[in-house]
């Protein structure tokens, strides 16, 4: 016969599995009315990848990096319109170069940017703006989009614009259909297999997920005052599971705070003198796996841009990386990177101005051109 005083019985509260299901899906939905497609779930993908930008200090660097590189020594454009002054791209005084730079930047995060060409009244394109490809969507033929600044907040009230035509033939137009197409859109994404651009990381993704989460790992370890990790060992007894989540509840907020830098365990025990023991789980070479798992989100960011660390400050170990292992570097990237993506852009602009030329890229230099031009005293 079994005797019960002498089975040992330990209870494990619930604890949620650390598997994060929060990343959004890259996915396209069509709408059911009105031919618009969802960018990603709850249509706010470029949202998730702006947040990643913002928040993975490796992936901000090699877009900012790109984008450095992309501008060159300087971005100029030949005076097109006299509606806006000289060297500006519109009214509101938006220079060449600046307006470059933003596309480039939207073409490292999202993979693709947005022109906003204004024409005038004879039909010739007048001013041109940036347009925030994070707030557009589109319809499967990218033939029309809207723009909101809203998506997923339900109630959404979008501007809608056309497709840019190049070879427009504004006289054969009504009034109603110049109206129309005096306020359009050029859509450039760097990939024709979908309706949305993909950018070059989407596959290093989940390795800025990591580089993001230790980070935040590290400040909530100094944040809490209790290191996580641990397992609490409750000696007196078993609660009922409300009052089981009531407790863990008031622990947490009392030891470990809201934002809880590691995973308590809690264990309900029969009977140890009715007393609450903590234990940390011996975990070996702690930080060494962490250095390590650091070292391979940083390099599989770098794999999806196929871009060499030092190009963008960060030294590869044991690596001084002279000037001329500099120069071969950064002529592979420029020419198999750099110059496809300053092609991209360039190219968007001649459509819109119906010629090549008007827009010019100084390429990159290693060194600054004012300070080539200086003399010391």
Known sequence: ???????????????????????????????RTGGMVQWGDGNCYPDYLYSLYCGVPTLQSVIDGNTDYICGDGVECSHFSAAVPEG?????????????????????IFGGFALQVIRDAEGRPAEIYHLDIRYLRTDKECSRFWYSEKWGRGGVRAVVYPAFRPNLDWGALD????????????YVKDNRRQTYPRPRYASAVKACETERCIDE???NSLENGFYGSMVVNFNNGYPGDEQKAEI????????????????IMFSWNRDMNTRT?????????????????????????FT?????????????????????????????????????????????????FGSDGVLRITPFSLGSPAKEGRTDD
């Open 1 to 31: 016969m079994n005797d019960e005083r002498n089975v040992q019985r330990v209870g494990f509260a619930a604890i949620d599995p650390f598997i994060q299901v929060s990343i959004p899906r890259d996915i396209e939905r069509e709408t």
């Open 88 to 108: 500006c791209m519109n009214r509101m005084g938006e220079t060449a170069e600046e307006q470059v730079r933003d596309a480039a930047a939207d073409l490292g």
């Open 175 to 186: 009034d109603a259909g110049r109206a129309e197409a005096a306020s359009s859109v050029l």
């Open 217 to 219: 790992y590290h400040l």
């Open 248 to 263: 863990e509840r008031e622990f947490n907020e009392k030891f470990s705070g809201a934002a809880n830098a590691g995973r």
């Open 277 to 301: 023991t903590f234990e940390a789980p011996e975990v070996k070479d702690f930080g060494d796996r962490y250095d390590a798992l650091a070292k391979r989100a940083r390099q599989e960011i």
């Open 304 to 352: 999806a841009f196929r871009a060499n660390p030092n190009l963008f400050g960060i030294p590869t170990d044991g690596n001084g990386f002279a000037n001329e292992q500099y120069e071969e570097s950064f002529m592979l990237y420029n020419r198999t990177q750099i110059r496809p993506m300053q092609n991209l852009i360039l190219n968007a602009y001649a459509k819109v």
